[in-house]
């Protein structure tokens, strides 16, 4: 079975644990909901990434307490670049599906719009 690629992001007003568990929380609902069929179950994995703004907590604990408990997970910092978007959320998220690469549905939340506008255009 092949593995896809899911792309999604979202931002957070401030760095606290609640806000960042509640953010990932909506992001990785948007994305089981926008890719019919998705189930955890059919996760293979999830890197996380967050700003350097963002040190409360982990993002894949919001992915445990929403039953992913049995996902490989991994959380890291993105690279620092000057002027980039601040309170950032993202991850890549595998998903094991039959589904074409051309159907999978990438989601951007918040201000992270700015940082795919062509995909989010494209939904």
């Keep these: 079975m092949p593995t896809r690629g899911?792309?999604?992001?979202t931002t957070v007003a401030e760095n606290e644990v609640e806000t960042i568990l509640q953010a990932t929380r909506e992001l990785l609902e948007a994305i089981l909901k926008e890719n019919d069929?998705?189930?955890h179950e059919d996760v293979g994995s999830a890197i996380f990434t967050v700003t350097e703004d963002l040190t409360a907590t982990f993002p894949a604990q919001a992915a445990r307490q929403m039953g992913w408990s049995m996902v490989p997970m991994m959380c890291a910092r993105e690279i620092p670049v000057p002027g980039?978007?601040?309170k950032v959320i993202r991850v890549l998220v595998h998903w094991n599906t039959e589904t074409p690469q051309s159907d999978i549905k990438h989601v951007y939340l918040?201000?992270?719009v700015k940082l795919r506008p062509d995909l989010v255009a494209a939904q």
């Design 6 to 9: 899911i792309r999604g992001a």
């Design 37 to 39: 069929g998705m189930t």
């Design 84 to 86: 980039s978007l601040p």
């Design 110 to 112: 918040r201000d992270a």
